[in-house]
């Protein structure tokens, strides 16, 4: 089973995504996060997509978008550095990405099933990797991070975001 990462395998600033990965199997995690969120939003309507909990936050259905793109991002540098690829990987403006996606024009099931896509490909690889590759790491953002700390960042990410959609925009 893949332990979590010990402190000197990521930056501070990721301690926030990796303390929300509870103990036990991130492979089971990464599984039902997305079937779980399915389940409790597949069936929003297009207002209930659209809504914002304050003025200049995202709407509901662009912080979903925003999972899957952060978690596009993370999983190429889980690949790179996993690989043994050393060279420095460059940061990503997630507003920016926010500004430019179509997120606002797409169904709430449709940004669903983007996420479990996006998750899928993320578990193959997640597979596919031993003892060693996990170990390794690898410099994304100006850090140091290896590729262990980037799947529980995945993860952790994933959950930050699922519990402020429940806690945020539908107080539950």
Known sequence: MLTKPQAGEYAEHFTVYIDKVPEGDLLELLQTQPAFAKEEWG?????????RYAEGK????????????????????????????????PGFDEELFVRHSTFARQ??????????????????????LDDEAWLR????SGVTISARALAYVIAGHAQHH?????????QK
């Open 43 to 51: 069936s929003l309507t297009e207002e209930q997509g659209n809504y």
């Open 58 to 89: 995202w709407s509901l259905k662009e912080v979903l978008g925003h999972i899957s793109d952060t978690e596009r991002v993370m999983s190429y540098r889980l690949l790179r550095i996993s690989r043994g690829d050393t060279t420095p990987l």
């Open 107 to 128: 169904p709430v099931c449709a940004l669903l099933h983007d996420f479990s896509v996006v998750r899928e490909s993320t578990l193959s690889l997640i597979r596919q």
């Open 137 to 140: 790491q690898g410099n994304a």
């Open 162 to 170: 699922l519990s402020m959609i429940r806690e945020r925009y539908l």
